[in-house]
Nanobody
Framework: QVQLVESGGGLAQAGGSLRLSCAAS????????LGWIRQAPGKEREFTAA????????YYEPSVSGRFTISRDSANDTVYLQMDYLKPEDTAVYFC?????????????????WGRGTQVTVSS
């Protein structure tokens, strides 16, 4: 069992920034990928970003590429999502997620566990 606890959500104005954090604990494997999934009101969950255990490989959903930056502190099992130039369409619940198998995920289905989520609301 893996536990993921997100923090850092809240309200921001369009063009502003927020930083999300996620602490992972439990039975994580020695090499695992972390990422973020988001779900906007009335929509399905969508892949947002992912990072390999080493931190050398990252993937982003095209609409956030260039605005969001994912990073991790593997020594402390923590992943971050720096969100800049926020847009109203970024409003969603953001879930931290982990993939325990080999490979960096690029789809929601490729994650094994995710947390309870943190709300991000961007006003225009």
């Amino acid at each position: 069992q893996v536990q993921l606890v997100e923090s850092g959500g809240g309200l921001a104005q369009a063009g502003g920034s927020l930083r999300l954090s996620c602490a992972a604990s439990g039975h994580t494997s020695s090499t695992y990928s972390l990422g973020w999934i988001r779900q906007a009101p009335g929509k399905e969950r969508e892949f947002t970003a992912a990072i390999s255990w080493s931190g050398r490989t990252t993937y982003y959903e095209p609409s956030v590429s260039g605005r969001f930056t994912i990073s991790r502190d593997s020594a402390n099992d923590t992943v971050y999502l720096q969100m800049d130039y926020l847009k109203p369409e970024d409003t969603a619940v953001y879930f931290c997620a982990v993939r325990l198998d080999y490979g960096v995920p690029t789809r929601v289905a490729e994650f094994n566990y995710w947390g309870r989520g943190t709300q991000v609301t961007v006003s225009s």
